[in-house]
């Protein structure tokens, strides 16, 4: 028996497979990553570099949800944006029907959950997609959470999806502080995006969300100024390593 014809049928080793051919699309798709700092969030992504006759603002890989919630993606642009569209009307209607901004981890499980039903019943499939969602609450807490295809939900400090996600995470495990500041945390998801991205600024997309502050994308001119911070440090620490002759 074939195992990868229906969506609802286990295999014998308990796995469903078009779940996992999801998570491989995922694993293919361009790396995103996001780093909670002391006072600030970021989320920064490897962005595919348009064609000559492309309008480069269509093309996103960081999706605006509310005003204080952002999302960055690996995996299928079309499936991430359907379910971004039906984040924000969650968010929308949240906020029409409690008048109150809605709460980041609410959104999350929202996201989550309606990932997870898609893994239930037949004649659709899973969302090719992992998201890395960021925001701000009122009260100040900020949070980080990443979804899979499966449904599954988990809450970060410091995260990477998508290709090379394993390099990516290794350097933050390594160099993460929960108390960076702005700087630093912006710093921190560039360098680390930076171990699996060769064309440096050109290629990177990056928002900022910080406390008592509206968020804001950072501008390429900006990204240029970390990205030479960066691999300024990298040689200094290159240089320090050398073996003496």
Same mark, same amino acid.
């Given at each position: 028996?074939?195992?990868?014809?229906?969506?609802?049928?286990?295999? =014998?080793?308990?796995?469903? !497979?078009?779940?996992?051919?999801? !998570?491989?699309?995922?694993?293919?798709?361009?790396?995103?990553?996001?780093?909670?700092?002391?006072?600030? +969030?970021?989320?920064?992504?490897?962005?595919?570099? $348009?064609?000559?006759?492309?309008?480069?603002?269509?093309? @996103?890989?960081?999706?605006?949800?509310?005003?204080?919630?952002?999302?960055?993606?690996?995996? +299928?642009?079309?499936?991430?944006?359907?379910?971004?569209?039906? #984040?924000?009307?969650?968010?929308?209607?949240?906020?029409?029907?409690?008048?109150?901004?809605?709460?980041?981890?609410? +959104? /999350?499980?929202?996201?989550?959950?309606?990932?997870?039903?898609?893994?239930?019943?037949?004649?659709?499939? =899973?969302?090719?997609?992992?998201?890395?969602?960021?925001? !701000?609450?009122?009260?100040?807490?900020?949070?980080?959470? !990443?979804?899979? =295809?499966?449904?599954?939900? /988990?809450?970060?400090? #410091?995260?990477?999806?998508?290709? *090379?996600?394993?390099?990516?995470?290794?350097?933050?495990?390594?160099?993460?502080? =929960?108390? $960076? *500041?702005?700087?630093?945390?912006? @710093?921190?998801?560039?360098?680390?995006?930076?171990?699996?991205?060769?064309?440096?600024?050109?290629?990177?997309?990056?928002?900022?969300?910080?406390?008592?502050?509206?968020?804001?994308?950072?501008?390429?001119?900006?990204?240029?100024?970390?990205?030479?911070?960066?691999?300024?440090?990298?040689?200094?620490?290159?240089?320090?390593?050398?073996?003496?002759?």
């Amino acid at each position: 028996m074939s195992y990868d014809r229906a969506l609802t049928v286990f295999s =014998p080793d308990g796995h469903l !497979m078009q779940i996992k051919y999801a !998570m491989e699309a995922v694993q293919r798709g361009a790396c995103s990553v996001g780093v909670k700092g002391k006072d600030s +969030l970021v989320l920064c992504v490897e962005r595919k570099t $348009a064609t000559q006759l492309q309008d480069s603002r269509t093309v @996103k890989k960081i999706l605006k949800i509310d005003d204080h919630i952002y999302l960055a993606f690996a995996g +299928l642009t079309a499936d991430a944006r359907v379910l971004a569209a039906r #984040a924000r009307n969650e968010s929308q209607s949240f906020t029409l029907n409690y008048e109150d901004q809605v709460d980041v981890d609410y +959104l /999350a499980r929202f996201i989550a959950h309606t990932q997870q039903r898609y893994t239930q019943s037949g004649g659709r499939r =899973p969302f090719g997609v992992s998201t890395i969602i960021a925001g !701000m609450d009122a009260d100040g807490k900020h949070s980080i959470y !990443m979804t899979e =295809p499966s449904g599954n939900l /988990a809450r970060w400090s #410091a995260v990477a999806c998508g290709r *090379n996600q394993k390099t990516v995470r290794e350097y933050l495990e390594n160099n993460y502080s =929960p108390d $960076a *500041n702005e700087e630093d945390t912006l @710093k921190m998801a560039v360098r680390s995006l930076l171990e699996v991205v060769d064309q440096g600024a050109r290629n990177i997309e990056v928002v900022q969300l910080r406390t008592g502050k509206p968020a804001r994308f950072v501008t390429e001119e900006e990204l240029e100024k970390v990205v030479k911070e960066v691999e300024d440090e990298r040689e200094r620490e290159e240089s320090k390593n050398k073996p003496k002759p």
